[in-house]
């Protein structure tokens, strides 16, 4: 209908393997957009466990018209950061992007950005490369630009400890983890175990297929195991980071301490339960021969993450009132609810059919040791009081 109507092609994932290949034939006059692999690297994207990573970007004596689709928020079901931001540092983006524009590939760029909020500090970098403004000291001029001159100095501080505590979790440069790692990781894991506890022997339960990309183990143990190396060190991190932050929020004055909690903190906690939740996921995997303790476990574990979507939800304000409601890409409460469905799990093989065993080991009144009898007088716990009254014991 219009002869001078402009078409793109994205060569994205299996496509890009397809081109290069030659088996797709494009006509000259459409503009080939080359994509990222989503975290911000220019080679194709992994899928599954399939992670051929090839180069996304075409030969310097191209010719036609070139674009790029470019990650600052990308969804996997793996590793990557959706909900909050890139966790790669905005010095590789920016050397990836100077590729990009070395090469002249700068007919058109289409930046996936999810929701704008979370991601401005990324998206006013990529904004700065693709007008040829200055990007020298980027984020020192973006925090005095955000939070004004008196407060830019102590976020900068903040935003430059972003990409440096994001989890590594492979061999290659942009293989930093986001909140997905934590939230799927644990979700995968968790549900591994309920779905093929071996019975005779729990801690022989195969590995999860989903996970085979991460670690490519025979038992879900040794999945764990692996997942767990880079969960307890990532933990850490994001509880030093978070120190920080509280640090530099009693330096704010009241107006900026609600700005910088609304558009970073807010962040740090979501990653910080996030991580937090993952490593009591794992232990409660780790101690699954000893339901109890598996069980007290996949508590604290549905305690972190209920505790991170309810810190997430505290932060919105005026007209972004209600702006978090549907975290569902990496959906840090539905992570809770998995692992009350673990808690579930345990009780259910452990504690049942009666479900008054583990109930007289902490509840005042049921008898301990004594009395067999307790549900003539005392009502089942839920999973969650039972839970609390072992938390209270412990403490």
């Known amino acids: 209908y219009d002869p001078q109507a402009i078409c793109c092609s994205n060569l994205y994932g299996e496509t890009m393997e397809l081109y290069q290949q030659g088996y797709l034939e494009i006509p000259e006059d459409v503009i080939l957009i080359w994509a990222d692999n989503g975290f911000g690297k220019m080679v194709s994207r992994r899928q599954g466990d399939h992670n051929p990573r090839v180069y996304a970007l075409p030969p310097k004596d191209h010719t036609g018209k070139h674009g790029i689709y470019y990650h600052v928020s990308f969804y996997d079901l793996q590793a990557a950061a959706q909900m909050t931001m890139l966790p790669n540092a905005p010095e590789f983006v920016e050397t990836e992007l100077q590729t990009v524009q070395e090469l002249g590939v ?17 998206l006013d970098l990529i904004a700065r490369i693709w007008r040829g403004g200055e990007t ?62 071996d019975p005779a022997d729990p801690e022989r339960t195969a590995a999860a297929r989903e996970w085979k990309w991460f670690s490519d183990k025979e038992t879900l143990r040794e999945q764990t195991t692996d997942y767990l190396q880079i969960i307890e060190p990532a933990l850490t991190q994001y509880e030093q ?45 780790l101690t699954i021969s000893d339901p109890l303790e598996a069980f007290y476990e ?44 673990l808690m579930s799990f345990l009780r259910i093989r452990a504690d049942g059919p009666h479900f008054y065993k583990w109930q007289r080991l902490f509840q005042d009144g049921a008898g301990g040791d004594r009395v067999l009898l307790i549900l003539r007088t005392k009502k089942h716990l839920t999973d969650e009081e039972l839970w609390r009254l072992m938390n209270e014991k412990r403490k």
């Open 136 to 197: 020298v000291d980027f984020t020192a001029s973006y925090c005095r630009e955000t939070y004004g001159a008196e407060a830019g100095g102590v976020m900068e501080a903040l935003y430059r400890m972003w990409p440096k505590v994001s989890p590594s979790y492979g061999p290659n440069a942009d293989d930093h983890a986001g909140e997905q790692f934590a939230n799927h990781g644990a979700r995968v894991l968790v549900s591994a175990q309920i779905a093929g506890c």
């Open 298 to 341: 996949a508590g604290l574990a549905m305690q972190a993450f209920q505790t991170g979507y309810e810190m997430m939800r505290s932060h919105e304000h005026g007209v972004f009132v209600g702006f978090f409601a549907n975290d569902c890409e990496a959906d840090i409460r539905q992570s809770g609810y998995v692992l009350k469905g």
């Open 106 to 122: 700068t007919d058109y760029w289409i930046i996936n950005c999810s929701n704008v909020k979370p991601h401005a500090y990324y």
């Open 241 to 285: 980071y978070l120190t920080k932050c509280r640090e530099a929020e009693d330096q704010l004055s009241l107006p900026r301490r609600v700005q910088a909690e609304d558009t970073l903190i807010w962040q740090v906690e979501y990653l910080y339960y996030s991580y937090l939740g993952a490593l009591h996921s794992c232990r409660a995997i």
